[in-house]
Every structure is written in structure tokens, then in C-alpha cells.
């Protein structure tokens, strides 16, 4: 199945009072390009991530955002920090004797002097928490996935499409040549009679140079060497998966073909079909740079 480089998944996933969020988009690249956005707490996970993200997607940039709400509420524990307490007592007694003041210290007082009391955030479950975030990730990938798809479905039809009218060019091509050959023949026999006269036109002469002149416009090579990558393209098309390099690959050997002819074009009619032929070809290039 063909899959367009841009997409977007979400997922959401709530287990009791923990909920993972996952957002992912993707545009075109030549590589596989990840940026991860998520809560440093869940830094632990981002190789985990990366490498699940890879067993959907070969290229692209793709942006991934991961929120983690937990309104547990023991996930916070109140810590008591009696050295530093201590400290504060000693310096604030240190202070009643040195300037003379009265010595009114209390416990409400102490303790709220900065970093005493505090609430610390309690060690995650890692175990526990990457397999809730692992099948958010899973799900938001599907999403993602499912989106590609739909949008490589299209781009395949207009891709075929597009293949369809290059072939029908490609016919018109090889069916001008013989015409092309006789006009040009006719054209030189009409030249010749005019500059002899009534003499007799020597037919093998003729023949000799109608036969140089067909060589040098032939484009047979061209012909069936684009018919033959217009095929390689259809089955790549079919066969699916990554295919995105490949295919422009093929892509850029059919334009080369196509210079050749026009090069070789001595013909309007021809010259024209040539220029359609390369306008199609780009086309076909511009879409496959949406494809992975």
C-alpha cells in the first residue's frame, strides 16, 4: 500500500487518575527526521519512543507531542528537611543574642522558612507507566498511519492516471515517425525534381538519404525505454510499501528520455508531444515527493 509522507494521529488513553496524550503530524523529508516534545520526567522513554515511531514510519519530519496528567494524590509526599530546620533555628537564636531581641521562634514560623517543608514528587512506576504510554504512542501511530494511507490512495490513482496519458504520448510519438519519414522523403523528391528537371530521380540515392535522415531523428530507443520505466512505475505503484525513492528514481530517468526526443524532435507535432510528455513527467515528480 503507498503512504503519503504528511499525516496527523491522536490518541488519548485514561487509566484511573493517570491520562497520556500523544499528537503526531508529519511532512515531507528526504529522511526520517523525529521531534519528540514531552514532560522531562518521561525523558527515560524517549529511545523507547523513537524506535516504536520507526516501525511505522521510514521518512519524513515528524513532530510528536506526549502530555502526562497524574491527579493522583499520592504521587506528592511532604519531606521534612530537619538539618536545614536546624540551621534556621541556630542562626535565628545567634540573632536574638546579638542584637538583644527577644528569642520568639516557633514551630509555624520554622517551618515555613524556605525548602523546611516541601512537597516531592514521588518515583514513578516506569514499568507501569511505559506500557500505558506505549500503547498511547501505538494508538496515535495507527491514527497517523490510517491518515497516510487515505492519502496515498489518492496520490496513486492521480499518479496512474497521469501514466496513462504519458503512454497515449509515447503511441503518438512512435506513430508520427514513419509519417514524419514520408513527408520528408516527399519533400526531397519534390527538391530534387526541381533542380534536375525531367531527369530521372535515382531511386537508391534517395532511399540513402531518406535513410541517414531516419536515423538521426529515430527515437525508438527513447520510445521503449520510457514505455519500459512507465511500467516499472505502474508496478511499484502496485506493489506498495516505501517506495517514495524509488520511484523518483524512475521519474528522473523518464525525463532524460524525454530530452532526447525533444532534442531529436524534427518535427512540430512531435516537439510538442515531447514538451507534454516532460510537463507530465514533472508533475508526476512534484506528487511523488509526497509519497514515503
Known sequence: MIKSMTGFGRCENQQGERKFTVEMKAVNHRYFDVSIKMPKKLGFFEAGIRGLLKEYVQRGKLDVFITYEDMTEENFALKYNERLASEYLRYYRQMAQTFGLEDDMCVSVLGRCPEVLTMEEQALDNEELWAML?????????????SRQ????ALKSDLLEKLDGMEKNVDAVEQRFPQIIEAYREKLADKVRELLGDTQIEESRLAAEVVLFADKICTDEETVRLRSHIGSMRAELEKGGSVGRKLDFIAQEMNREANTILSKANDLETSDLAIDLKTEIEKVREQIQNIE
Open 150 to 153: 487515505r492519502e496515498g490512495d
Open 134 to 146: 506505549e500503547a498511547t504512542v501505538r494508538g496515535a501511530c495507527e491514527q497517523f498511519t490510517a
